[in-house]
T-cell receptor, first 115, second 112 residues
Framework: DTGVSQDPRHKITKRGQNVTFRCDPI?????LYWYRQTLGQGPEFLTY????????KSRLLSNRFSAERPKGSFSTLEIQRTEQGDSAMYLC?????????????FGPGTRLTVL | SQKIEQNSEALNIQEGKTATLTCNYT??????LQWYRQDPGRGPVFLLL???NEKEKRKERLKVTFDTTLKQSLFHITASQPADSATYLC???????????WGAGTKLIIKP
């Protein structure tokens, strides 16, 4: 257990529905990242926060995806009008500082299946 | 185009032997490279970081080398154990303050 928690662990939804995932980072970690991982691939960067500010979003990120980190603590990732191609593992990671070499601690992920 | 390659086929190693995994990259000049372990249904776990000016890094039974001329990192597990069976991912810094680029990982199977 790395100390990063994600909820839910699994989500099955029908195409067109909206889903929201939650990530609780390690307390006092300033950086929070969201990644997406499909079977047989490495994590793909989606977005990251420095405290409550969302500083970067991947160009690959559809406008159906939105993320928030109110008060710089937990974060939520929402996917609107889900598509079958959104099926993947969604990983959250946090790091203590803004140093690029600081270790990222990953949560267990939320596995999304879109039917 | 920018590319990271790890052995896509699973690596089968006899218990007690040294396992060596490869991470090759093109069109990058990373400041550092990281190795992670990922078990099924779990997030990656950080193992080691090696900087561009370091040739080798060790941690217990793990050793990482980094050859910026060959654009390659090797990850070694000595005295391998069945508990070392997992997927191992390499990740490169692309000289930005937020983003790592990840390889697809190599599945390592240690047979008793």
């Amino acid at each position: 257990d790395t100390g990063v928690s994600q909820d839910p662990r699994h989500k099955i939804t029908k195409r067109g529905q909206n889903v929201t995932f939650r990530c609780d980072p390690i307390s006092e970690h300033n950086r929070l990242y969201w990644y997406r991982q499909t079977l047989g691939q490495g994590p793909e960067f989606l977005t990251y926060f420095q405290n409550e500010a969302q500083l970067e979003k991947s160009r690959l990120l559809s406008n159906r995806f939105s993320a928030e980190r109110p008060k710089g603590s937990f974060s939520t990732l929402e996917i609107q009008r889900t598509e079958q191609g959104d099926s993947a593992m969604y990983l959250c990671a946090s790091s203590r500082t803004a140093q690029s070499t600081d270790t990222q601690y990953f949560g267990p992920g939320t596995r999304l299946t879109v039917l | 185009s920018q590319k990271i390659e790890q052995n896509s086929e699973a690596l089968n190693i006899q218990e007690g032997k040294t396992a060596t995994l490869t991470c090759n990259y093109t069109n990058y000049s990373p400041a550092y490279l990281q190795w992670y372990r990922q078990d099924p249904g779990r997030g990656p776990v950080f193992l080691l970081l090696i900087r561009e000016n370091e040739k080798e890094k060790r941690k217990e039974r793990l050793k990482v080398t980094f050859d910026t001329t060959l654009k390659q990192s090797l990850f070694h597990i000595t005295a391998s154990q069945p508990a070392d069976s997992a997927t191992y991912l390499c990740a490169l810094d692309i000289r930005s303050n937020y983003q790592l680029i990840w390889g697809a990982g190599t599945k390592l199977i240690i047979k008793p």
